[in-house]
Structures are given as C-alpha cells and as structure tokens.
C-alpha cells in the first residue's frame, strides 16, 4: 500500500485479556516505530526496530509490553494481561532511513479500550 | 533528559489573522527537529525537518525556523483548512531512533 498501514482500526477488550496490534510499514522503510498516544497527552515513544531488531525498547512501559518484527516488514506489539491504563492510541510509523532523511510517515493508529 | 515544550497550548485565530507557535527544546546533541500536522483521529503527517540553527523551511502558508534552543512554525493568513494539532519533536544523536514529542498546540482557524 501507498502508506502505513493498522490493524485493527479499534479494539475494545476485557481488563486482563490480551491483545495484539498489527502494523504494515511502507514498503522498504527499513525503520519501524510504535508510539502511543492517550487522551491529551502528546506521542510516547515506545520501541524502535532498525530491520528485525530492536535497538531501543526503552519506552516500553513494562514487561506486559512486547513487539516483534518479522522479515524486516510486519511488526506486531502485543500486551499481555491489559489494564484499564493501557487504553490509548497505539500509533506505528516507518522510515526509510536514508542518511539524515529519517521522517517518519505515520499510521491512523489503533485506538485501545479497556474495560 | 530530552523535553520539549510547546505553546502555546491552544490558539484561535481569525481567518487570515497570521501567528507562530513556539517549541522550546533541550537535548544532549540535536541530530533533527522535526514538525506534524495532526487531525482528530488521524495520525500525524509530517511538515518539516530542521537540521542546524538558521535553518528555515516553508510549506505554504507555514513557515519553520530553528534556533538553538527553539523553534517556531509561523502561520501566514492562516485559512480554516489549516485548524489542526501541531506537533514539534525532537531527535538525539545518542538516541536516533526515537522521537521525543511536545505536548502539541491545538490551533483552530475560524472563517
């Protein structure tokens, strides 16, 4: 496709339950991004991957948090075990990287709902 | 720690009423300033990257300039198809792969 691309679009789930976001980058943006976006509140970063890797997962809020990337495309963030905090708009965004030309071109973003 | 500060938090202008919204920075090696346009339940889209102090750069009625511890995107005779959220972020050369977000300034442009 011509952008990024998110899935689901909303997703609505029990406290306790867990959940996987899909995100489909642009075709050949070797850099990937989940951020997250709550009510008000500016973009969070989350993790980054540089292929299939992850150079910083610093923004992961805690150990219920994981993404994975695979075939340096499709990149799935998972939350185990959700909290009612956890509701938010999870964002993704790819670049390509080309010396310093590193925009990001975000995704409409997956809105979270805990209840 | 990177923090970057907008303001103001939300501005209303007339249209045609030209105006600049301010994104105060610190952060441990600039490697990239960057601006987003962003509308209600959308994600953002991208505006600008400014590089080094001096720099300007102009997209049609914006216009984004860097100095070495702010930026400003000013609005020229802004029209009602420019109201959005404007998001100011800034990346580190020790932590590239991660764009540190200001909280936005919510601009609404009536006719």
């Known amino acids: 496709g011509a952008g990024v691309s998110q899935s689901p679009s909303n997703k609505v789930t029990e406290k306790g339950k867990d959940v996987e976001l899909r995100c489909d980058p642009i075709?050949?943006?070797?850099?990937l991004y989940w951020y997250r976006q709550s009510l008000g509140q500016g973009l969070e970063f989350l993790i980054y991957?540089?292929?299939?890797?992850?150079?910083?997962k610093s923004g992961l809020p805690s150990d219920r948090f994981s993404a994975e990337r695979t075939g340096g495309s499709v990149s799935t963030l998972t939350i185990q075990r959700t909290q009612q905090e956890d509701s938010a708009v999870y964002l993704c965004?790819?670049?390509?990287?080309?010396?310093?030309?590193?925009?990001?071109?975000f995704g409409q973003g997956t809105r979270l709902t805990v209840v | 720690e990177d923090q970057v500060t907008q303001s103001p938090e939300a501005l209303r202008l007339q249209e045609g009423e030209s105006s600049s919204l301010n994104c105060s920075y610190t952060?441990?090696?600039?490697?990239?300033l960057f601006w987003y346009r962003q509308d209600p339940g959308k994600g953002p889209e991208f505006l600008f990257t400014?590089?080094?102090a001096g720099e300007e750069k102009e997209k049609e009625r914006l216009k984004a300039t860097l100095t070495k511890k702010e930026s400003f995107l000013h609005i020229t005779a802004p029209k009602p198809e420019d109201s959005a959220t404007y998001l100011c972020?800034?990346?580190?050369?020790?932590?590239?792969?991660?764009?540190?977000f200001g909280a936005g300034t919510q601009v609404v442009v009536t006719p």
């Open positions: 991957f540089q292929g299939n890797s992850a150079p910083d």
């Open positions: 952060v441990s090696g600039l490697r990239g």
């Open positions: 400014l590089y080094s």
């Open positions: 972020a800034v990346q580190a050369w020790d932590s590239w792969g991660k764009l540190q």
């Open positions: 965004a790819s670049s390509p990287l080309q010396g310093v030309n590193t925009e990001a071109f």
């Open positions: 075709s050949g943006h070797t850099a």
